[in-house]
């Protein structure tokens, strides 16, 4: 069964504390994997698409990398307007359309 | 600038009620999708459209329908509401290249009684 968990669920840094939030998947071949942003009440916002392991994103202190197992979210000298949920999601051959969401974990950045 | 809307950021309904929730898109995207979202569950998938008149159901297309009469509206029934209804929809709508890049609403929370 294709599965998808992130961790932490929640995880606090200091403004300028860099740190990674993990994806770890598990798919019968990996068609895609995405990256989303959540504020509180708002919808989804997208980030990131992977297709393949060894590649790489970026967008301002952001960058996403992908293996075969796993992705990480790395975010690098972070400020308060970056707290958010960060959600995993997964594409796999054999769901066909249906996609799966991570549970997402809740980044909060204090001043 | 893409967007979503839906047409109400909070409802209340009673158990019983058929319940409408709408969702326009501006972005003349052909796949739109509804989800719902409760805590410890993650976002899940109940319908999604690719095309107008065309509907397929999702993970837990139980107790709701859809219809897409309009490239860029895409509504959400719940056609008698029920308690464990109670919860946040989100719309998302995406190009055929890109299906899987969806641009989402702001979401309606929905409290049923």
């Known amino acids: 069964e294709d599965q998808v968990t992130q961790s932490p669920e929640a995880l606090r840094l200091q403004e300028g504390e860099s740190s990674s939030l993990n994806c770890s998947y598990t798919v019968s071949g990996l068609r895609g994997l995405f990256w989303y942003r959540q504020d509180p009440g708002k919808g989804p916002e997208f980030l990131f698409t992977?297709?393949?392991a060894g590649e790489e994103k970026e967008k301002e202190r952001l960058k996403a990398t992908l293996t075969k197992k796993e992705s990480f979210l790395h975010i690098t000298a972070p400020k308060p307007e970056d707290s958010a949920t960060y959600l995993c999601v997964v594409l796999g051959y054999s769901s066909a359309s249906k996609i799966i969401f991570g549970s997402g974990t809740r980044l909060s950045i204090r001043p | 600038d893409v967007k979503v809307t839906q047409s109400s950021r909070y409802l209340v309904k009673r158990t019983g009620e058929k319940v409408f929730l709408e969702c326009v898109q501006d972005m003349d995207h052909e796949n739109m999708f509804w989800y719902r979202q409760d805590p410890g569950l993650g976002l899940r998938l109940i319908y999604f459209?690719?095309?107008?008149?065309?509907?397929e159901k999702g993970d837990i297309p139980e107790g709701y329908s859809v219809s897409r009469e309009k490239k860029e509206r895409f509504s959400l029934i719940l056609e008698s509401a029920s308690t464990n209804q109670t919860s946040m929809y989100l719309c998302?709508?995406?190009?055929?290249?890109?299906?899987?890049?969806?641009?989402f609403g702001p979401g309606t929370r929905l409290t049923v009684t």
């Open positions: 998302a709508s995406s190009s055929t290249a890109e299906r899987y890049e969806q641009y």
């Open positions: 459209s690719y095309d107008v008149k065309m509907k």
């Open positions: 992977l297709y393949s």
